[in-house]
């Protein structure tokens, strides 16, 4: 399984910036799609998750700005990221929890990071 991101760059505070990443393999079912971030000097945290059914958690911090949302028949999840902010700033990784085609357990599964850069 190949987990593919797009959509990084480097923008202004206030403006939005959607990320995109697209799951590819022998994929059978995804469990869970998920955002992450890491920013400089710092531990790679959760940003934003969306189940199989749709449930959504987010950070506090990105609460009311980013929004997740996945397509099932496409293997894709996207982050709606507005109102952005100098903090916001790092790399953003794709993560899914996937059961592949004659899998026996579902496995955590990587993208390689897409780097947003607000800029103040």
């Known amino acids: 399984v190949q987990l593919q991101a797009s959509g990084g760059g480097l923008v202004q505070a206030g403006v939005s910036l959607e990320l995109s990443c697209t799951a590819s393999?022998?994929?059978?079912?995804?469990?869970?799609m998920s955002w992450y971030r890491q920013a400089p000097g710092k531990q790679r945290e959760l940003v934003a998750s969306i189940s199989s059914g749709g449930r959504t958690n987010y950070a506090d911090s990105v609460k009311g700005r980013f929004s997740i949302s996945r397509d099932n028949a496409k293997n894709t999840w996207n982050l709606q990221m507005n109102s952005l902010k100098p903090e916001d700033t790092g790399v953003y990784y794709c993560n899914a929890v996937v059961l592949t085609s004659g899998g026996t357990r579902p496995l955590n599964y990587w993208g390689q990071g897409t780097l947003v850069t607000v800029s103040s």
């Open positions: 393999g022998r994929i059978f079912i995804i469990n869970s």
